[in-house]
């Protein structure tokens, strides 16, 4: 069975300032999906940015970029320059791009950011 | 924009007492999802369904159901509620079509059974 792992449960960041939050997963299948969640205080939960494992670019949202290691099954997101807004929790996920009870979201447990003014 | 409306931000219930939690979505989504996320715990799915009346356990089934006799309308039932349920619940859908993968969350459902 699939799992994703996210190692840091708190991250801090000044604003303006660059973060990274670390993500990894174990599967054995070679086309699948990845995505960051977003959960605001207001609970919210938003979608930040996805990729998909066949393709090789890093995926690319305004400030938010990911680093997809397929080899090394890490899956980490940075934030370049800060804002107070994204303070929130975020979530890794994987999905299966098999159909059916395979293909639904597997999440990890959340890294918490705040953003310090 | 896709809207999944829960509704009940926040509820206080007693324990035995029976519990439903409705989400409605308004983007005619084939598939919908229950989850209960728990500080440390992350989403932990509870049900989905991928059409009218049909229905599949999650990761954590036990002590709830759920309903859907509608397309645009999921709710999950607690029979008996207890302690241990007391949680954030959150409602999701999406397309069922291939390669439809971003789910739609709702605003989430606080429940606290004493």
């Known amino acids: 069975a699939q799992t994703v792992t996210q190692s840091q449960p708190e991250m801090s960041v000044q604003e303006a300032e660059t973060v990274t939050l670390s993500c990894t997963y174990d599967?054995?299948?070679?086309?699948?999906?990845l995505f960051w969640y977003k959960q605001p205080p207001s609970r919210q939960m938003i979608l930040v940015i996805r990729?998909?494992?066949?393709?090789?670019q890093n995926a690319t949202e305004n400030r938010f970029s990911v680093n997809f290691q397929k080899a090394a099954k890490s899956f980490s997101l940075k934030i370049s320059d800060s804002q107070l807004g994204d303070a929130a929790m975020y979530f890794c996920a994987y999905r299966s791009r098999v159909g059916g009870s395979q293909g639904n979201l597997i999440f990890g447990k959340g890294t918490k950011l705040s953003v310090k003014p | 924009d896709v809207k999944v409306t829960q509704s009940s931000r926040y509820l206080v219930k007693r324990t035995g007492e029976k519990v439903f939690l409705e989400c409605v979505q308004d983007m005619d989504h084939e598939n919908m999802f229950w989850y209960r996320q728990d500080p440390g715990l992350g989403l932990r799915l509870i049900y989905f369904?991928?059409?009218?009346?049909?229905?599949e356990k999650g990761d954590i089934p036990e002590g709830y159901s759920v309903s859907r006799e509608k397309k645009e309308r999921f709710s999950l039932i607690l029979e008996s509620a207890s302690t241990n349920q007391t949680s954030m619940y959150l409602c999701?859908?999406?397309?069922?079509?291939?390669?439809?993968?971003?789910?739609?969350f709702g605003a989430g459902s606080r429940l606290t059974v004493l």
């Open positions: 990729q998909e494992a066949y393709k090789q």
């Open positions: 599967t054995s299948e070679s086309d699948y999906y």
């Open positions: 999701a859908s999406r397309p069922g079509q291939a390669g439809a993968n971003v789910l739609t």
């Open positions: 369904s991928y059409d009218v009346k049909m229905k």
